[in-house]
């Protein structure tokens, strides 16, 4: 855990829900847009994705205010029958670094510091929305062994 690289990520079919609100309904969002998908007979090509469109300052006042961008979305093989709420569409793809974060979802910011500390120490900038990709289910596993990939497109 905690080893930084520099991956190509490929554009990604998802299933998805973008809104303003706050980041605690995203354990709410998630299991809407994986029930409606199955129903609707979607093949699953990865694991749930956050993407986050704040800065960390701009997100802790966003989520305090209930305005924060809040998207999740489900990986998916083909588009499916969208809704009002849930669209398909591509998450972007490129060079990104990526980190994996062990333990609960709300302890992660030493491991954002880290991956921050690295793109500024190696020249880099961030080059768009912050992803999070949720390995295992913290519900089956326990939060001390929850899995979270963080990717952050560089330039």
Not at 45 to 71: L, Q, R, S
Not at 89 to 97: A, D, E
Not at 129 to 147: F, I, K, M, Q, S
Request: aromatic share 8%; charged share 30%; hydrophobic share 35%.
């Amino acid at each position: 855990m905690g080893e930084i690289t520099v991956v190509d990520v490929e554009p990604l079919l998802v299933a998805g829900i973008r809104k303003r609100g706050y980041y605690r309904e995203i354990a709410e969002l998630l299991p809407k847009i994986y029930g409606y998908a199955a129903k609707k007979g979607a093949k699953f090509t990865g694991p749930p994705i956050f993407v986050c469109h704040e800065t960390p300052e701009e997100a802790v006042e966003a989520d305090k205010t209930g305005t924060a961008d809040v998207e999740v979305a489900a990986p998916i093989a083909e588009k499916i029958e969208e809704t009002k709420e849930i669209k398909c569409y591509t998450l972007p793809g490129g060079k990104m670094v990526k980190i994996i974060h062990k333990g609960p979802y709300d302890k992660c910011e030493p491991t954002y510091n880290k991956i921050f500390a690295w793109i500024e120490k190696n020249g880099k900038k961030i080059a768009g929305p912050t992803r999070e990709a949720y390995l295992n289910d913290p519900n089956e596993v326990g939060l001390e062994e929850a899995l979270t990939e963080i990717y952050i497109p560089i330039n």
